[in-house]
Structures are given as C-alpha cells and as structure tokens.
C-alpha cells in the first residue's frame, strides 16, 4: 500500500516561490505525479517524475528523492491563478495510483 | 481544455432514486477509471477499466454499479444511496500500455459530478 502525507495548506505572496512537499511509503514505486486542482474544477496534471532529479517546466518544477521517498513542487513567480489545491500522487509497481490529501495553496496580493 | 467529460456536473437525489452519471473520452485512450473525492481526504480509486474489461473493484458498495460499454465511455449507475455517498466523483483516463511492456500512462480527469445524497 501506499502512505502519501503533504501539508494541508499554505499561504504566500503574489510573485514569491512556494515549495510543497511530499513524502510517501511505498511497497514498490514506479513514478510520481502533481496535479493542480482548482475548487470546482477537474485535477489537472503538472508533473511527472521516475529518476531523481528536478524536472522544469515553466514557472513549476517538481523534484524527486527515490531513495528519501520525498518529492517537492515548486512554484515560482506565483500568481493569484495559482491559487488552488496540489495533489501528490504516487504509481507503484502494480500500476495503482495513490493520492495524497492534497495542499491548498492561497496567495494573495 | 480536457478531453474529458462527465454529465451532469451536479445531482441531488434522495436514498430511494437511480440515477446514473456518465463520463466520455475523446483521447483515444484505453483505460478509465471512477474516483469518488470527499472533502479534505485523498481521491479513493473506486472502478477501474482496461480495454472495456473491469480490472479493479476497490471494495466499493454494490450500490455503485458501473459499466464501460466502449473504450469512450463509462457509467456509474446509483441506486439506493447513502447519505454518506455525498462527494465529487471524478472520471479519468489513461493509456494503458502495459501490454507492451510500458505503463499505465499519466491519467486525465473530467471536471467531476458534485452529488448530494439526501
């Protein structure tokens, strides 16, 4: 099975960098994922991550710490549009894909 | 921008009604899946379909009943739900490439039906 913790919310300022961490146990893994979700709205996805390392794209990154069982997504030059919860999910060896709670990122001006 | 697409995007019924939601893909993919979300709990996986065939059934109630009549669209069918059954279910998809020695690719969701069980 899987165990997926990342904090529940967080708050910053129009245009500082946010970072959003993830832990997790897993039997086996095989990739992670963030998706963004705002209230009301499908998930959508981010990131992708199998070999450690920082994987860019934009104004996101996403890193990777297979043997920490540790991922962070970062967000720079946050906007308000930013504003919006980050799911960590985690793929094992069988495929599944396993959730975490979900982080509730607010920014304000 | 999804290719995802679920009807209706909200319903309220009562314990005693059926009702069914509907999800279609127009990605072409191979894989779908149902997930129910509740408020501030990790997305449960819930049904999931791989070239039309059932490959996981997480335990849930047999008061959800889906059906994946083509690679394109699925449905959950509701009958005699709880109040307790109340919550954002997601549909998504994927391309599963397992057969080919890959994975089960990244998976795209619709924007969801908000139920609300009375």
């Known amino acids: 099975g899987q165990n997926i913790d990342q904090p529940t919310e967080m708050t910053a300022t129009e245009g500082a960098i946010v970072q959003i961490n993830c832990t997790y146990q897993t039997s086996g893994f095989n990739g992670l994922f963030w998706y963004q979700q705002h209230a009301g709205e499908a998930p959508t996805f981010l990131s992708y991550n199998v070999l450690d390392g920082l994987e860019e794209k934009g104004r996101f990154s996403s890193f990777l710490s297979r043997s920490k069982g540790y991922s962070y997504l970062l967000l720079k030059e946050l906007q308000m549009k930013d504003s919006a919860s980050y799911l960590c999910?985690?793929?094992?060896?069988?495929?599944?894909?396993?959730f975490g709670a979900g982080t509730t990122v607010t920014v304000r001006a | 921008e999804t290719g995802v697409t679920q009807t209706p995007r909200h319903l309220v019924m009562g314990m005693t009604n059926k009702k069914s939601l509907k999800c279609e893909q127009h990605l072409g993919h191979n894989a779908m899946y149902w997930y129910k979300q509740s408020a501030k709990k990790p997305l449960e996986l819930m049904f999931v379909?791989?070239?039309?065939?059932?490959?996981e059934n997480n335990s849930v109630p047999s008061r959800f009943s889906p059906e994946c009549p083509n690679s394109s669209h699925l449905f959950l069918h509701l009958h005699t739900l709880q109040p307790e059954d109340s919550a954002l279910y997601l549909c998504a998809s994927s391309q599963d490439s397992r057969l080919a020695g890959g994975n089960q690719e990244t998976q795209y969701f619709g924007p969801g039906t908000r139920l609300l069980v009375l």
């Open positions: 379909y791989s070239l039309e065939e059932r490959v």
């Open positions: 999910a985690v793929r094992d060896i069988e495929n599944k894909l396993s």
